[in-house]
């Protein structure tokens, strides 16, 4: 089993080396109080509330992010790396001779689990830049295929396949404003039974 090549905790867009060190740090603050606020708020969150989470004012943020995407592309971004780094911590268990199918169940108790308390991953997640490649998906992919060939998760199934059926309960919860991790935990077993053999 082979980990993902790149790694998207990485903001290669912009060169910090050559930025002071408290603009570095209003960056940094500004990134994640938007992370805390989006994830209470949603994507529907302001400028302004996400600048008075991170104790700066409005032209702060937006030295740092020119526009309200901007700053959402970049949540979406971190976000994307809490994954990646699940899927590579996965990815361990499974090279260390951990079994598939409790990996798998593991991943998705914990994926719901996080899904539950934050809005932004359901709203802002599917509306960004996808990376290419998939970025973490070839973690899933290998535990998938290592179930497969054990003969406990079916054939047809494929990374794709778990990430539609994950995003397609997200996005219905959130509609729904189910903020009951309980819930979300049982539509997260239902995908499991989907995908393993019967």
Not at 29 to 42: D, I, K, L, M, P
Not at 65 to 77: I, M, Y
Not at 160 to 187: K, N
Request: hydrophobic residues 40%.
């Amino acid at each position: 089993m082979t980990a993902p090549e790149c790694d998207p905790t990485t903001d290669h867009d912009v060169d910090w080396s050559t930025k002071r060190s408290d603009a570095r740090r209003n960056h940094e603050r500004v990134v994640a109080a938007a992370v805390e606020v989006f994830a209470e708020h949603g994507i529907e969150a302001t400028i302004p509330q996400v600048a008075a989470r991170a104790g700066v004012g409005k032209a702060t943020v937006y030295r740092s992010f020119p526009t309200k995407d901007a700053l959402v592309q970049a949540v979406a971004q971190y976000q994307r790396a809490w994954f990646y780094r699940r899927g590579l911590a996965a990815l361990d268990q499974l090279n260390a001779g951990g079994d598939p199918l409790t990996i798998l169940r593991d991943l998705l108790a914990e994926t719901v689990e996080r899904l539950a308390n934050d809005r932004a991953l359901a709203e802002a997640l599917p509306e960004t830049e996808k990376p290419s490649p998939a970025r973490g998906e070839e973690s899933l992919e290998s535990i998938i295929l290592a179930g497969q060939r054990q003969g406990v998760i079916r054939e047809d199934v494929t990374a794709r396949h778990v990430r539609v059926l994950l995003g397609g309960v997200a996005g219905s919860l959130f509609r729904q404003q189910e903020r009951d991790p309980e819930q979300w935990r049982i539509y997260g077993e239902l995908i499991f039974n989907a995908v393993k053999k019967a």
